[in-house]
């Protein structure tokens, strides 16, 4: 299996755009997870899905951020409007047990 | 809430052990774990340990738990510059997975 893969691996946006980031979990994984690493803040749960139902949300910092998980196999999180804050690394990792494997990430740069 | 924390900072020699301490509080945790981060990419999982475990070996890892005390550790024997990354702790306890700050290693030649 290639792993978790996350796309795109960079993104440079402007303020009040809308991002899309996208991930596609290990094949046979019924959890996915949503993290944001930032030097400040370290890294954060946003969210995670158990067979494609979102379980927790209370990671999300505000409305502006949704995500969803269509089927087993893709998932996005989107940002609409996005602020310069949002700036970081987001990464999406999956498991089936009890360890959870991470995808390469997503580096946001939002100007 | 529960917390996870780890120090922030090591440098070690090349050849030297490095060993990277961990403390956690909750008491129900299941599983702790060890991820290692090199720059621009994801965590990848080194070693993990059961609760009812007190230590694992893996080449030149060392994992020691500590339950009573809620420690974990990370030896790593004879560090290479290659170990140089940034180090996670992590634990385990019914659905939630709580990580650390990371530790940065550092290893001069």
């Known amino acids: 299996d290639a792993g978790v893969i996350q796309s795109p691996r960079h993104e440079v946006t402007e303020m009040g755009q809308e991002v899309t980031l996208r991930c596609k979990p290990i094949?046979?994984?019924?959890?996915l997870f949503w993290y944001r690493q930032t030097m400040m803040r370290g890294l954060e749960l946003l969210i995670y899905?158990?067979?494609?139902?979102?379980?927790?949300d209370s990671g999300m910092p505000e409305d502006r951020f949704s995500a969803k998980m269509p089927n087993a196999s893709f998932s996005t999180l989107k940002i609409q409007p996005s602020e310069p804050r949002d700036s970081a690394v987001y990464f999406c990792?999956?498991?089936?047990?009890?360890?959870?494997?991470f995808g390469a990430g997503t580096r946001l740069s939002v100007l | 809430g529960e917390d996870v924390e780890q120090s922030l900072f090591l440098s070690v020699r090349e050849g030297d052990s490095s060993v990277i301490n961990c403390t956690y509080t909750?008491?129900?945790?299941?599983?702790l774990y060890w991820y290692k981060q090199e720059p621009g990419a994801g965590l990848q999982l080194l070693t993990y340990?059961?609760?009812?475990?007190d230590m694992k070996q893996d080449q030149r890892l060392t994992v020691l738990l500590n339950k009573k005390d809620k420690h974990l550790s990370l030896r790593i024997a004879d560090t290479q510059t290659g170990d140089s990354a940034i180090y996670f702790c992590?634990?385990?306890?019914?659905?939630?997975?709580?990580f650390g700050a990371g530790t940065r290693l550092t290893v001069k030649p």
């Open positions: 094949s046979g994984h019924d959890y």
């Open positions: 992590a634990e385990r306890s019914r659905d939630d997975m709580r």
């Open positions: 909750d008491s129900s945790s299941t599983y």
């Open positions: 990792a999956s498991s089936s047990g009890n360890i959870q494997y």
């Open positions: 899905f158990n067979n494609n139902v979102p379980i927790d």
């Open positions: 340990i059961f609760s009812n475990m």
